[in-house]
Protein backbone atom coordinates (compact mmCIF):
# COMPACT_ATOMS: atom_id res chain seq x y z
CA UNK A 1 0.00 0.00 0.00
CA UNK A 2 1.05 3.81 -0.89
CA UNK A 3 0.87 6.76 1.43
CA UNK A 4 -1.52 9.75 -0.23
CA UNK A 5 0.81 12.15 2.60
CA UNK A 6 4.19 11.02 0.57
CA UNK A 7 2.77 13.23 -2.39
CA UNK A 8 2.64 17.07 -2.51
CA UNK A 9 -0.11 19.01 -3.86
CA UNK A 10 1.23 19.03 -7.46
CA UNK A 11 2.49 15.39 -7.97
CA UNK A 12 -1.71 14.50 -6.13
CA UNK A 13 -2.85 16.57 -8.85
CA UNK A 14 -0.84 14.47 -11.57
CA UNK A 15 -1.91 11.03 -9.79
CA UNK A 16 -5.36 12.02 -9.38
CA UNK A 17 -5.45 12.98 -13.20
CA UNK A 18 -8.55 11.00 -13.57
CA UNK A 19 -10.55 12.84 -11.04
CA UNK A 20 -12.02 16.30 -10.84
CA UNK A 21 -9.23 18.67 -9.95
CA UNK A 22 -10.47 19.95 -7.09
CA UNK A 23 -10.97 16.20 -5.80
CA UNK A 24 -6.46 16.18 -5.14
CA UNK A 25 -6.78 19.89 -3.12
CA UNK A 26 -9.79 17.75 -1.32
CA UNK A 27 -7.21 15.17 -0.50
CA UNK A 28 -4.62 17.27 -0.05
CA UNK A 29 -6.09 19.32 3.16
CA UNK A 30 -7.51 15.85 4.78
CA UNK A 31 -3.92 15.17 4.81
CA UNK A 32 -2.98 18.30 6.87
CA UNK A 33 -6.33 17.78 8.80
CA UNK A 34 -5.58 14.42 9.93
CA UNK A 35 -8.97 12.98 8.15
CA UNK A 36 -9.57 9.57 7.05
CA UNK A 37 -11.67 8.56 4.00
CA UNK A 38 -15.28 8.57 6.65
CA UNK A 39 -13.95 11.69 7.95
CA UNK A 40 -14.24 13.36 3.82
CA UNK A 41 -16.53 14.68 1.43
CA UNK A 42 -14.75 12.66 -1.43
CA UNK A 43 -17.80 10.46 -3.36
CA UNK A 44 -17.67 7.04 -2.06
CA UNK A 45 -16.98 5.82 -5.78
CA UNK A 46 -13.69 7.22 -5.66
CA UNK A 47 -12.75 6.06 -2.34
CA UNK A 48 -13.30 2.69 -3.30
CA UNK A 49 -11.32 3.29 -5.99
CA UNK A 50 -7.97 5.06 -3.72
CA UNK A 51 -8.60 2.68 -0.55
CA UNK A 52 -7.66 -0.63 -2.89
CA UNK A 53 -4.01 1.27 -3.44
CA UNK A 54 -3.52 3.82 -1.17
CA UNK A 55 -3.85 4.66 2.71
CA UNK A 56 -4.85 8.66 3.45
CA UNK A 57 -4.36 7.86 7.58
CA UNK A 58 -1.17 6.08 8.00
CA UNK A 59 -0.56 6.98 11.64
CA UNK A 60 -2.74 6.66 14.64
CA UNK A 61 -2.59 7.88 18.44
CA UNK A 62 -2.18 4.86 20.68
CA UNK A 63 -1.31 6.84 23.47
CA UNK A 64 -0.90 9.91 25.56
CA UNK A 65 0.73 10.36 28.64
CA UNK A 66 -0.45 14.93 29.86
CA UNK A 67 2.55 15.73 32.30
CA UNK A 68 2.21 18.09 34.90
CA UNK A 69 3.51 21.18 32.78
CA UNK A 70 1.43 20.34 30.36
CA UNK A 71 4.15 18.56 27.77
CA UNK A 72 2.27 15.71 25.91
CA UNK A 73 4.25 12.48 24.60
CA UNK A 74 2.55 10.70 22.36
CA UNK A 75 3.16 7.07 21.21
CA UNK A 76 1.81 7.09 17.53
CA UNK A 77 0.64 3.56 15.56
CA UNK A 78 1.72 3.18 12.29
CA UNK A 79 -0.39 1.61 9.28
CA UNK A 80 1.93 -1.61 9.89
CA UNK A 81 1.67 -1.50 14.03
CA UNK A 82 5.27 -0.27 14.36
CA UNK A 83 5.19 2.41 16.53
CA UNK A 84 6.95 6.19 16.90
CA UNK A 85 7.13 8.75 19.86
CA UNK A 86 6.55 12.74 19.36
CA UNK A 87 6.48 14.98 21.98
CA UNK A 88 4.53 18.41 22.47
CA UNK A 89 5.34 20.89 24.20
CA UNK A 90 3.87 23.93 25.49
CA UNK A 91 5.67 27.03 25.26
CA UNK A 92 5.52 30.88 26.04
CA UNK A 93 7.51 31.71 22.80
CA UNK A 94 5.26 29.12 20.56
CA UNK A 95 4.35 24.93 21.04
CA UNK A 96 6.74 22.73 19.79
CA UNK A 97 6.67 19.58 18.49
CA UNK A 98 9.16 17.38 18.96
CA UNK A 99 9.06 14.39 16.25
CA UNK A 100 11.06 10.83 15.10
CA UNK A 101 11.98 10.51 11.62
CA UNK A 102 13.08 6.41 12.08
CA UNK A 103 11.28 3.77 14.04
CA UNK A 104 14.35 2.81 16.26
CA UNK A 105 17.72 4.40 15.18
CA UNK A 106 21.13 2.62 14.44
CA UNK A 107 23.95 5.23 15.97
CA UNK A 108 23.87 3.07 19.46
CA UNK A 109 24.70 6.42 21.98
CA UNK A 110 25.04 5.10 24.69
CA UNK A 111 23.25 7.99 27.02
CA UNK A 112 19.47 7.53 24.55
CA UNK A 113 16.87 4.77 24.88
CA UNK A 114 15.71 5.43 20.63
CA UNK A 115 18.36 3.04 20.10
CA UNK A 116 17.89 0.73 22.48
CA UNK A 117 15.95 -1.80 20.02
CA UNK A 118 18.05 -1.12 17.14
CA UNK A 119 16.64 0.61 13.88
CA UNK A 120 13.46 -1.19 12.62
CA UNK A 121 12.87 1.53 9.41
CA UNK A 122 12.69 5.15 8.04
CA UNK A 123 10.00 6.77 8.42
CA UNK A 124 8.63 8.11 4.77
CA UNK A 125 8.22 11.95 4.52
CA UNK A 126 4.62 11.41 4.36
CA UNK A 127 4.29 9.76 7.94
CA UNK A 128 6.33 12.76 8.88
CA UNK A 129 3.92 15.56 8.00
CA UNK A 130 1.12 12.78 9.35
CA UNK A 131 2.84 12.46 12.30
CA UNK A 132 2.72 16.82 13.03
CA UNK A 133 -0.91 16.74 11.32
CA UNK A 134 -2.17 14.21 14.11
CA UNK A 135 -0.58 15.90 16.98
CA UNK A 136 -1.39 19.43 15.75
CA UNK A 137 -5.17 17.69 15.44
CA UNK A 138 -5.18 17.02 19.00
CA UNK A 139 -4.29 19.77 20.47
CA UNK A 140 -7.09 22.30 18.89
CA UNK A 141 -8.92 22.41 15.68
CA UNK A 142 -7.73 20.51 13.03
CA UNK A 143 -7.59 23.50 10.57
CA UNK A 144 -5.45 25.81 12.82
CA UNK A 145 -2.14 25.36 13.15
CA UNK A 146 -1.41 24.68 17.25
CA UNK A 147 2.51 25.08 17.14
CA UNK A 148 4.95 27.24 15.77
CA UNK A 149 8.11 25.03 16.12
CA UNK A 150 9.01 21.50 15.03
CA UNK A 151 12.44 19.69 15.92
CA UNK A 152 13.01 16.80 14.47
CA UNK A 153 14.67 15.18 17.87
CA UNK A 154 12.89 12.46 18.67
CA UNK A 155 13.57 8.32 17.51
CA UNK A 156 15.94 8.50 15.34
CA UNK A 157 18.86 10.11 12.95
CA UNK A 158 17.44 12.55 10.97
CA UNK A 159 20.29 12.42 8.21
CA UNK A 160 20.46 8.79 8.00
CA UNK A 161 17.14 9.07 6.62
CA UNK A 162 18.00 11.86 4.85
CA UNK A 163 15.78 11.99 1.36
CA UNK A 164 12.64 11.31 3.15
CA UNK A 165 13.88 14.52 5.80
CA UNK A 166 14.42 16.66 2.49
CA UNK A 167 11.17 15.81 0.53
CA UNK A 168 9.35 16.52 4.43
CA UNK A 169 10.85 19.87 4.71
CA UNK A 170 8.70 20.56 0.92
CA UNK A 171 6.22 19.34 1.90
CA UNK A 172 5.84 20.55 6.05
CA UNK A 173 7.20 24.29 4.31
CA UNK A 174 4.24 24.04 1.44
CA UNK A 175 2.02 27.31 1.62
CA UNK A 176 -1.00 25.21 1.08
CA UNK A 177 -0.19 23.17 3.55
CA UNK A 178 1.22 23.94 7.39
CA UNK A 179 3.64 26.53 5.74
CA UNK A 180 5.85 26.64 8.37
CA UNK A 181 8.55 28.86 8.14
CA UNK A 182 11.89 27.16 7.57
CA UNK A 183 13.65 29.15 10.86
CA UNK A 184 11.54 27.53 12.69
CA UNK A 185 12.57 23.95 12.25
CA UNK A 186 15.70 22.45 13.81
CA UNK A 187 17.34 19.28 12.59
CA UNK A 188 19.50 17.40 15.40
CA UNK A 189 22.40 15.04 14.08
CA UNK A 190 24.85 13.35 16.08
CA UNK A 191 27.36 14.42 12.99
CA UNK A 192 27.16 12.51 9.74
CA UNK A 193 29.53 15.13 8.03
CA UNK A 194 29.02 13.90 4.46
CA UNK A 195 25.33 14.97 5.24
CA UNK A 196 25.88 18.12 6.88
CA UNK A 197 27.78 18.98 3.48
CA UNK A 198 25.27 18.05 1.32
CA UNK A 199 22.34 19.89 3.15
CA UNK A 200 24.27 23.19 3.49
CA UNK A 201 24.61 23.17 -0.36
CA UNK A 202 20.54 23.15 -0.46
CA UNK A 203 20.52 26.37 1.54
CA UNK A 204 17.53 25.99 3.78
CA UNK A 205 17.27 28.42 6.82
CA UNK A 206 17.30 25.49 8.96
CA UNK A 207 18.76 25.59 12.48
CA UNK A 208 21.39 22.78 12.66
CA UNK A 209 21.89 21.08 15.99
CA UNK A 210 25.03 18.79 16.24
CA UNK A 211 25.07 16.05 19.46
CA UNK A 212 28.55 16.64 20.85
CA UNK A 213 28.51 15.64 24.38
CA UNK A 214 32.56 14.68 24.45
CA UNK A 215 35.11 17.33 23.86
CA UNK A 216 38.04 15.14 22.57
CA UNK A 217 37.25 11.98 20.24
CA UNK A 218 38.37 9.11 22.60
CA UNK A 219 35.93 10.71 24.94
CA UNK A 220 33.15 10.65 22.26
CA UNK A 221 34.18 7.27 21.55
CA UNK A 222 32.84 5.95 24.77
CA UNK A 223 29.62 6.88 24.70
CA UNK A 224 28.58 7.45 20.60
CA UNK A 225 29.73 5.18 18.51
CA UNK A 226 29.40 7.37 15.50
CA UNK A 227 32.87 8.75 16.23
CA UNK A 228 34.86 5.73 15.10
CA UNK A 229 33.68 7.25 11.82
CA UNK A 230 34.30 11.15 11.95
CA UNK A 231 36.46 13.53 14.26
CA UNK A 232 35.23 16.17 16.21
CA UNK A 233 37.47 18.65 14.14
CA UNK A 234 35.65 17.20 10.93
CA UNK A 235 32.49 18.06 12.35
CA UNK A 236 33.55 21.75 12.84
CA UNK A 237 34.79 21.82 9.40
CA UNK A 238 31.29 20.81 7.83
CA UNK A 239 29.71 23.28 10.62
CA UNK A 240 31.67 26.20 9.35
CA UNK A 241 30.86 25.33 6.09
CA UNK A 242 27.39 25.34 6.62
CA UNK A 243 27.08 28.71 8.84
CA UNK A 244 28.96 30.28 5.82
CA UNK A 245 25.91 28.72 3.49
CA UNK A 246 23.35 29.58 5.56
CA UNK A 247 24.63 32.45 7.32
CA UNK A 248 22.27 30.60 10.50
CA UNK A 249 23.80 30.11 14.12
CA UNK A 250 23.89 26.20 14.69
CA UNK A 251 23.51 24.97 18.29
CA UNK A 252 26.05 22.09 20.46
CA UNK A 253 23.47 19.48 22.15
CA UNK A 254 25.94 18.68 25.51
CA UNK A 255 24.76 16.47 28.04
CA UNK A 256 26.53 16.52 30.74
CA UNK A 257 27.54 13.03 32.34
CA UNK A 258 28.81 12.30 36.03
CA UNK A 259 32.66 12.54 35.81
CA UNK A 260 33.28 11.70 32.69
CA UNK A 261 32.03 15.51 30.45
CA UNK A 262 31.77 17.56 33.32
CA UNK A 263 34.30 19.28 34.45
CA UNK A 264 35.51 22.76 34.16
CA UNK A 265 38.43 21.09 32.03
CA UNK A 266 35.91 20.27 29.77
CA UNK A 267 33.85 23.49 29.24
CA UNK A 268 37.50 25.00 28.74
CA UNK A 269 37.91 22.93 25.96
CA UNK A 270 34.74 23.56 24.64
CA UNK A 271 35.35 26.91 24.36
CA UNK A 272 38.38 26.50 22.04
CA UNK A 273 36.77 23.87 20.07
CA UNK A 274 33.76 26.27 19.23
CA UNK A 275 36.04 29.59 19.44
CA UNK A 276 35.28 31.65 15.95
CA UNK A 277 32.13 29.22 14.97
CA UNK A 278 28.42 30.92 15.02
CA UNK A 279 27.22 28.93 17.68
CA UNK A 280 25.21 28.24 21.06
CA UNK A 281 25.86 25.36 23.36
CA UNK A 282 22.87 23.90 24.84
CA UNK A 283 23.78 21.86 27.81
CA UNK A 284 21.40 19.25 29.13
CA UNK A 285 21.33 17.25 32.33
CA UNK A 286 21.25 13.58 31.79
CA UNK A 287 17.76 11.26 31.50
CA UNK A 288 18.88 8.56 33.44
CA UNK A 289 17.57 5.06 31.20
CA UNK A 290 18.85 2.34 33.23
CA UNK A 291 22.43 2.24 31.95
CA UNK A 292 25.05 2.77 33.43
CA UNK A 293 26.12 6.55 32.99
CA UNK A 294 24.87 8.80 35.67
CA UNK A 295 23.77 12.31 35.96
CA UNK A 296 25.35 15.53 36.86
CA UNK A 297 23.19 17.45 39.58
CA UNK A 298 21.08 20.47 38.32
CA UNK A 299 23.51 22.52 40.71
CA UNK A 300 27.02 21.26 38.95
CA UNK A 301 24.73 21.65 35.38
CA UNK A 302 24.10 25.39 36.37
CA UNK A 303 28.03 25.90 37.17
CA UNK A 304 29.07 24.31 34.10
CA UNK A 305 27.02 27.13 32.22
CA UNK A 306 28.44 29.63 34.33
CA UNK A 307 31.68 28.87 33.22
CA UNK A 308 30.78 28.68 29.83
CA UNK A 309 29.47 32.04 29.93
CA UNK A 310 32.36 33.31 32.07
CA UNK A 311 35.10 31.88 28.88
CA UNK A 312 32.65 33.98 26.33
CA UNK A 313 30.67 31.09 24.86
CA UNK A 314 26.96 31.39 24.47
CA UNK A 315 25.32 28.58 26.82
CA UNK A 316 22.22 27.94 28.24
CA UNK A 317 20.88 24.90 30.54
CA UNK A 318 17.81 23.21 28.38
CA UNK A 319 14.74 23.47 31.01
CA UNK A 320 13.69 20.28 31.22
CA UNK A 321 9.54 19.20 30.41
CA UNK A 322 7.62 15.88 30.96
CA UNK A 323 10.22 14.31 33.05
CA UNK A 324 7.20 12.69 34.94
CA UNK A 325 5.91 11.21 31.45
CA UNK A 326 9.68 9.47 30.30
CA UNK A 327 9.73 12.82 27.95
CA UNK A 328 12.76 11.63 26.73
CA UNK A 329 13.65 10.35 23.64
CA UNK A 330 12.23 6.86 23.17
CA UNK A 331 11.54 6.14 26.82
CA UNK A 332 8.62 5.58 26.78
CA UNK A 333 8.64 3.56 23.40
CA UNK A 334 11.52 1.21 24.66
CA UNK A 335 9.13 0.69 28.30
CA UNK A 336 5.67 -0.03 25.61
CA UNK A 337 7.81 -3.03 23.53
CA UNK A 338 9.24 -4.41 26.94
CA UNK A 339 5.68 -4.66 28.71
CA UNK A 340 4.35 -6.13 25.30
CA UNK A 341 6.83 -8.58 24.46
Known amino acids: MKILSDYSLNELYTLLADFKKFRAKQIFDAIIQAKDYSETNIPKKMIEILKSEYILKPIEIYKVLTSKDGTKKYLLKLHDDNIVECVFLKQNYGNTICMSTQVGCRMGCKFCASTQNGLIRNLTAGEMLSTISVVNADNGKCTDRNFTNIVLMGSGEPFDNYDNVVKWLDLITDENGFNVSERNISISTCGLVDKIYKFADLKYNITLCVSLHATDDEMRKTIMPI??????????????????KNNRRVVFEYCLIKDLNDSFDCAKSLSVLTKGLNCHINVICLNQNGGSLKATTKKEAYAFVNKLNELGVSATLRRSQGSDIEGACGMLRAKTLKENN
Not at 227 to 233: E, G, M, Q, V
Open 227 to 244: ANRYTINEIIDALKYYVS
